[in-house]
């Protein structure tokens, strides 16, 4: 079964420096999302993309955070500046156009 | 605006007894209904959803959950709890304006089976 693969699954980072979170998606899916997820809590949206643009954006999203799909293939989320808050789990997610998302298995970032 | 509530922080059940976890949600027009399982230091595992058709959907390890538009829920079941079980669920919506609209999750009910 096709998966979304996230790489890396853990990553260590300095409060301040600048984090690049990788994601595959399903190679025919035409719809891509980040979420993230403070330890345990809640799996907030942060942002969707389609057509090669942000489609939505949540509030979290600010001008800390960016996405790119530069390749075709990969779609990345960058943290600029990370702050101690930033640590969480950061879940990638693709969807073909109908109704149901397939999630990577996620990168959790510690920021210290 | 979409959401979703999962009114219960923790359910408590036996093994072998049936567990209700409970899921309601506010969206435009219909709704696309999601469940979705995490395990410790996991990630987030699709356990069923609902889009059209028969309320009563069926999903993986034996849940079901039944679709009650006039209740606006979704609540997720299952007949005969396992410890197995145990781990933190989400109950999920997408509304259908859209394409590209987004999944809204709820706070999480952490399920606890106990031997």
């Known amino acids: 079964e096709p998966e979304v693969t996230q790489t890396p699954s853990h990553q260590v980072t300095q409060m301040g420096q600048e984090v690049i979170l990788r994601c595959v998606p399903i190679?025919?899916?035409?719809?891509f999302y980040w979420y993230r997820q403070i330890l345990g809590q809640k799996v907030e949206f942060l942002v969707s993309f389609y057509n090669n643009e942000i489609s939505e954006k949540s509030e979290i999203f600010d001008d800390q955070f960016s996405v790119e799909r530069p390749d075709g293939s990969n779609f990345t989320l960058k943290i600029r500046s990370t702050k101690l808050e930033d640590s969480a789990m950061y879940f990638c997610?693709?969807?073909?156009?109908?109704?149901?998302?397939?999630f990577g298995s996620g990168t959790r970032l510690t920021v210290v | 605006a979409q959401s979703v509530a999962q009114p219960e922080d923790q359910v408590n059940v036996a093994e072998g007894n049936p567990l209700t976890v409970k899921c309601t949600y506010s969206?435009?027009?219909?709704?696309?209904l999601f469940w979705y399982v995490q395990y410790p230091n996991r990630g987030l595992q699709f356990l069923l959803k609902y889009i059209t058709g028969d309320n009563l959907v069926k999903g993986s390890y034996g849940f079901e959950a039944e679709f009650n538009k006039s209740q606006t829920s979704f609540h997720l079941k299952k007949p005969s709890a396992l410890v197995s079980d145990s781990a933190l669920y989400f109950c999920?919506?997408?509304?259908?304006?859209?394409?590209?609209?987004?999944?809204?999750f709820g706070s999480g009910t952490r399920l606890s089976i106990r031997p």
């Open positions: 997610a693709s969807m073909l156009g109908d109704y149901g998302y397939t």
């Open positions: 190679s025919n899916h035409l719809y």
């Open positions: 999920a919506v997408r509304d259908r304006i859209s394409s590209a609209s987004k999944i809204i």
């Open positions: 969206v435009s027009g219909n709704p696309y």
